[in-house]
């Protein structure tokens, strides 16, 4: 999934974008308010991490516009919000919250809740209630990063874990390649390489046992398509 983070402070940019990364997310930052809008339009996010104070503007209002309709959202109106601020009063909570935003935590704040606390709202768009997702033989764990086909552990590296967790939160749904690059590689990837075929094809052959039937399939011209019963 990808992620936009809209903080000021490079320090704790720098540092909620290690930590995401390493939990898989694609990850790209923006310093302000402009910055932010420039991206939303341009890019697909599934989630983003707003902090309140910026230095044009201030979180309240930028959600405000992407709830009015006033910024166009490339990844469309489902977009997530987790507002990140040391403003911990009441009537900065409920005021964040009534203004769009579906989760709120307060600096300072263990990384390990932050993660909880994306998984859960972006488990909201699949109707998931948890953090396992199952499709046929296929399980994957998103909050410890362990994927199984039955019972046998599949050693995936991070796009590859990306790659299938998109795939099965939408089993029998052709996805285009063009979307995945959008939601499991952040801004610096090259539209014009093949890393998306590159990486299916990868993730694929680590599927498919020997006995197996390839889980991934191929729909030419379209994209690609997870089999809703793997067995």
């Not at 890393?195 to 006995?211: E, H, I």
Request: hydrophobic share 45%; proline share 3%; charged share 30%.
């Amino acid at each position: 999934m990808r992620l936009l983070v809209v903080e000021d402070e490079e320090d704790l940019a720098g540092a909620l974008r290690v930590g995401l990364v390493r939990a898989g997310y694609a990850v790209d930052l923006a310093g302000d308010a402009a910055a932010a809008f420039e991206l939303l339009r341009v890019n697909a996010y599934d989630l983003m991490l707003l902090d309140l104070n910026l230095p044009d503007s201030d979180g309240f209002a930028v959600c405000r516009a992407v709830r009015s309709g006033a910024v166009e959202l490339a990844g469309g109106p489902e977009l997530r919000v987790l507002m990140l601020t040391a403003r911990g009063a009441l009537g900065d909570r409920v005021r964040g919250l009534d203004e769009g935003a579906d989760d709120y935590l307060v600096k300072p704040f263990a990384l390990a809740e932050l993660l909880a606390r994306v998984r859960a709202l972006l488990r909201r768009d699949t109707g998931g209630t948890s953090a396992v997702l199952t499709v046929g033989e296929l399980t994957l764990d998103t909050a410890r990063h362990e994927a199984r086909r039955g019972l046998r552990r599949l050693r995936l590296t991070r796009k590859e874990f990306g790659v299938l967790e998109y795939l099965m939160t939408r089993p029998g749904q052709v996805v285009p390649a063009e979307e995945l690059l959008e939601h499991v590689w952040d801004a610096n990837a090259d539209p014009f390489t093949e890393t998306v075929r590159v990486t299916v094809g990868t993730l694929r052959r680590k599927l498919t046992g020997d006995d197996d039937e390839p889980p991934i399939e191929t729909v030419i011209g379209r994209g690609y398509r997870l089999r809703e019963r793997t067995a």
